[in-house]
């Protein structure tokens, strides 16, 4: 990175600003490699996936995600890439707009029933798995979800209101109760037990990292997911599948409600029209991708 920087200067840019650039690409890489993507062959509609983890997990506003994706476009360019997603992105991606690699509910079922429940640790892996596949959280919005925001007796899940996300409430679904009740009537106990520094947060989830964030036990479980379900990709993912099912069973605004969206353009992306055409196009110019393989 540092002469990645160097570059920058050289190229007449203020130290400040060279530093920042550096710093956006450093944590671009990061989420490059949670996703077992490799930075030289990333593709537009990855990138996408990126652009929409900036606003709807991390909270950037456009303006702040713009920065990143002119950092990422010079870094590939100093790089020498044979493709720059972030350029492509930036010249076509009112064009492509669509999610890919859309999981059906089969699928998603499928993830959550078999997920490995041996330890303490792996059930509450589970119950947090299960708030994006039933729920379609954001990963924000599950670090920041507390006890009160159950309600088991009522089969409900209160999200408040974030930077770019509406508060809501959401059902929850009869698979995951038995789950959440031994969550949290035993098991947080007992990993609190192993980590006393976190006995005072109402924090639903807890972690055994040094803080209380879930950024290591996230990255574990999507490392450890994608080994025993080939189709998973991210986190994301899982979300753009489950938004896009309740835009086909209840409308674009009843998912734009559940979603947390602000703006229903954010829902309509989600129409199975519109990504189904996608779908059709890709399949012509780069069958690959349009199949997911």
């Not at 996936?49 to 900036?54: D, I, R, T, V």
């Not at 098991?187 to 950024?215: Q, W, Y």
């Not at 998912?255 to 989600?270: I, Q």
Request: net charge positive; glycine share 4%.
């Amino acid at each position: 990175m540092k002469k990645f920087e160097k570059y920058l200067i050289d190229n007449g840019m203020y130290y400040k600003v060279a530093s920042k650039y550096c710093a956006m690409v450093a944590k671009y890489l990061v989420w490059v490699d949670q996703q077992g993507l490799q930075p030289d062959k990333v593709i537009r509609s990855e990138y996408t996936n990126f652009e929409e983890y900036c606003r709807t997990e991390l909270g950037n506003m456009d303006s702040t995600v713009l920065a990143k994706r002119t950092a990422i476009k010079r870094y590939n360019y100093f790089m020498q890439y044979s493709t720059n997603s972030a350029y492509n992105h930036y010249k076509k991606a009112k064009e492509h707009t669509v999610p890919t690699n859309i999981l059906e509910p089969e699928t998603l079922s499928d993830i959550y029933n078999n997920l490995q429940d041996r330890t303490i640790v792996l059930k509450r892996d589970r119950c947090i798995f299960g708030m994006v596949i039933f729920q379609g959280l954001t990963r924000s919005e599950l670090e920041r979800l507390t006890l009160s925001d159950i309600d088991l007796n009522n089969s409900q899940l209160y999200v408040a209101a974030q930077r770019t996300t509406n508060a809501r409430k959401l059902e929850i679904n009869s698979r995951q109760i038995m789950h959440l009740h031994s969550y949290i009537n035993e098991i947080r106990a007992e990993l609190i037990k192993l980590k006393p520094k976190h006995r005072d947060t109402d924090r639903l989830f807890v972690s055994l990292g040094i803080s209380n964030n879930l950024n290591g036990t996230l990255y574990r479980m999507i490392r450890e997911a994608k080994k025993q379900f080939p189709q998973f990709i991210s986190l994301l993912q899982i979300r753009q599948s489950v938004i896009t099912q309740w835009e086909k069973e209840s409308g674009v605004l009843e998912a734009m409600v559940k979603a947390g969206h602000r703006n229903v353009s954010s829902t309509e992306r989600y129409e199975l029209s519109k990504y189904g055409e996608l779908r059709d196009e890709l399949q012509k110019v780069h069958p690959l991708e349009a199949s997911g393989n």
